[in-house]
Nanobody, 115 residues
Framework: QVHVVESGGGLVQAGGSLRLSCTAS???????ARWYRQAPGKQRELVAG???????NYADSVKGRFTISRDDAKNGVYLQMNSLKPEDTAVYYCNLVPYVGADYWGQGTQVTVSS
């Protein structure tokens, strides 16, 4: 059975940085992965995605500030967040897409950016 664990969230001042981690136990042969976020009272939105080849794509609101990466040896996906803004405050979720089978989701990690 695969377990997905997220870490790295927290409270940071505007302009600061955080690095979110998402790691899966067991071998999942990851095809692609995404980070989503959901702020209070808002719908979940796609923040960033990464392909099998390692190419990242980003929402316009985070482009140039966030970087998604992956380490297949560790079954890990990461989100480096720089120049954080109060509007980045949300619960962040990772979504792992394997070659075969259903997606996996992390439990969510809270990111709070104070002004």
């Amino acid at each position: 059975q695969v377990h997905v664990v997220e870490s790295g969230g927290g409270l940071v001042q505007a302009g600061g940085s955080l690095r979110l981690s998402c790691t899966a136990s067991g071998s999942i042969f990851l095809l692609s992965a995404r980070w989503y976020r959901q702020a209070p009272g808002k719908q979940r939105e796609l923040v960033a995605g990464i392909t099998r080849g390692g190419s990242g794509n980003y929402a316009d609101s985070v482009k140039g500030r966030f970087t998604i990466s992956r380490d297949d040896a560790k079954n890990g996906v990461y989100l480096q967040m720089n120049s954080l803004k109060p509007e980045d405050t949300a619960v962040y979720y990772c979504n792992l897409v394997p070659y075969v089978g259903a997606d996996y989701w992390g439990q969510g990690t809270q990111v709070t950016v104070s002004s």
